[in-house]
């Protein structure tokens, strides 16, 4: 049986031995770079586009510029070659109703991770980005295989209506109550 790593925001790993990592994404992107000649894989999971102000490194891969690299190098040091790298993109969902799909986190990570893969020349082999669910991702390290399970879609708009209904009735109850004297002279 395959040893099971767990990342959170912000991590990542990479294995020259065959492994599964695995990761709960919202609106952030996991990336899978696999190096088929040598079975090399990795995963990290990035919490915002761009990348981390170089005064506070400590939380340097939850960056997209950082936690590309910080892949990279890790599966260079295990002996992968990065000319050889295929990529598989996962995440970016749009989890708030209440802000403009066009401004959401997810999208903006997915446009990042794109666009870095493009100017890199590492092909994308398989995708899984956008939408309102999220996902929860299943990387094996030494046959580049994925398996995702989505989660169920959370509607904020729902919430917002519960919001309104308890809103006015505890207006109604506040408008039917009885009169009170505070103080009595």
């Known amino acids: 049986m395959k040893p099971l790593v767990r990342i959170h925001i912000g991590g990542y790993h990479a294995s020259r031995r065959p492994s599964v990592i695995y990761t709960l994404l919202g609106s952030c992107v996991a990336v899978c ?15 915002l586009p761009g990348e981390a102000d170089l005064k506070h490194f400590d939380a340097s891969a939850r960056y997209g510029i950082n936690a590309m690299e910080l892949l990279i190098n890790s599966i260079m040091r295990l002996g992968g070659l990065r000319s050889r790298l295929k990529a598989k993109v996962f995440g970016g ?7 403009p799909e066009e ?9 990042f991770t794109m666009e870095f893969l493009e100017k890199e020349s590492i092909e994308i082999l398989n995708q899984d980005v ?21 989660g169920k879609i959370i509607q904020y708009t729902d919430i917002t209506v519960r919001e309104q209904r308890v809103r006015e009735r505890i207006r109604k109850e506040i408008d039917q109550s009885g009169e009170v004297t505070l103080f009595d002279e």
């Open 33 to 47: 770079l696999f190096d088929p000649v040598w079975r090399i894989g990795g995963m990290n999971h990035i919490l």
């Open 130 to 150: 956008g939408g309102h669910q999220s996902r929860r991702i299943y990387y094996h390290t030494d046959t580049n295989e994925v398996f995702l399970k989505r």
């Open 103 to 111: 401004y959401s986190m997810g999208r903006r990570n997915v446009e």
């Open 93 to 99: 969902a749009h989890t708030l109703n209440t802000i």
